[in-house]
């Protein structure tokens, strides 16, 4: 495969990096996470979806519970150094029917899973207790061969030393993307990020060994009143958000109230709801980034 330059930004060899982050709990990172990465997916684009966050839900969504995951490697072994990146990533699937045999799912093209567990709850303590893990992430950028387009991180609710280790390799080229749901208090989160940024920013100025220079480029506002949700807070959420953010607005993403389902279901939305609102703005936002149908 031809790998486009766009995804190898200053000839670097690993892919771009999106990362899903917000100190905010239910932000709907993971849906936009998942969402994007599937749908580049499905439209010709390889990717890898890292679950970093202890409550799994991205893994849980591409099709790997607790119960799947028994004798996996996880993102943990990847803190640890004791695997690599194609021994931990799962293809990424999603549930069709009962069970756990491999009829039970069907698997989506293009796109691996780095499934998390809930000991990554102790990602932070790892690395406090063993400088040498703060590389982990690093290590795995410098040795990586692949031809995937984009990493997707999603991220907890935090801003630790685990999201530290990660933030300080991206460069400006990357992108911090919070996704916050349409309402005033998650978009007020939003300040307290670029605090954090600017902090990496500032603790890696002049070092030449990682580039240190996340940037939030992208932000993406779900939940977004639709003809018969017209919920004033999302209204004033909006223009909040237009008035302090447009230069890196997404298009909108709508709300709907079965967007719920893909936990329960297993299964993310482009693929769950192809029709629904959300996944035919999640769509829009990926042509908005330049990701056209290869398949066609």
Not at 82 to 99: H, M
Not at 100 to 116: C, G, M, Q, T, W
Not at 261 to 272: F, G, M, S, W
Request: glycine content about 6%; hydrophobic content about 40%; charged content about 25%.
């Amino acid at each position: 495969m031809t790998i486009d330059r766009r995804f190898r930004p200053r000839g670097r060899n690993w892919p771009l990096i999106w990362a899903y982050l917000i100190e905010c709990g239910g932000s709907s990172k993971t849906t936009s996470a998942t969402s994007m990465a599937v749908t580049a997916a499905l439209r010709g684009y390889p990717g890898v979806v890292f679950d970093l966050d202890s409550n799994m839900s991205s893994s849980l969504i591409l099709g790997y519970d607790e119960t799947a995951l028994k004798g996996k490697k996880t993102a943990l072994d990847l803190l640890y150094g004791n695997s690599t990146l194609d021994e931990v990533a799962l293809p990424a699937r999603y549930r069709i029917d009962d069970g756990y045999d491999d009829d039970a799912f069907a698997h989506i093209p293009n796109l691996r899973v780095v499934p998390s567990s809930p000991a990554m709850a102790s990602a932070d303590t790892a690395i406090a207790e063993d400088a040498d893990r703060n590389d982990w992430f690093a290590e795995i950028l410098r040795s990586y061969q692949g031809d995937d387009t984009v990493f997707y991180l999603d991220f907890p609710a935090s801003y630790g030393k685990m999201p530290y280790s990660v933030l300080r390799m991206l460069d400006e080229e990357d992108a911090v993307i919070p996704s916050i749901k349409a309402d005033p208090k998650d978009v007020k989160m939003v300040t307290r990020l670029l605090d954090e940024l600017e902090r990496v920013r500032d603790k890696n100025r002049g070092r030449r060994s990682v580039p240190g220079r996340p940037t939030l480029n992208h932000m993406l506002l779900t939940g977004t009143p639709t003809p018969t949700y017209k919920e004033a807070a999302a209204r004033r959420a909006a223009e909040l958000v237009e008035a302090k953010y447009a230069s890196v607005l997404l298009p909108y993403v709508r709300y709907s109230a079965d967007a719920k389902k893909l936990y329960e279901d297993e299964c993310p939305l482009p693929i769950l709801l192809p029709n629904s609102a959300p996944s035919v703005d999640y769509r829009k936002v990926m042509t908005h980034l330049g990701f056209v149908d290869l398949t066609a």
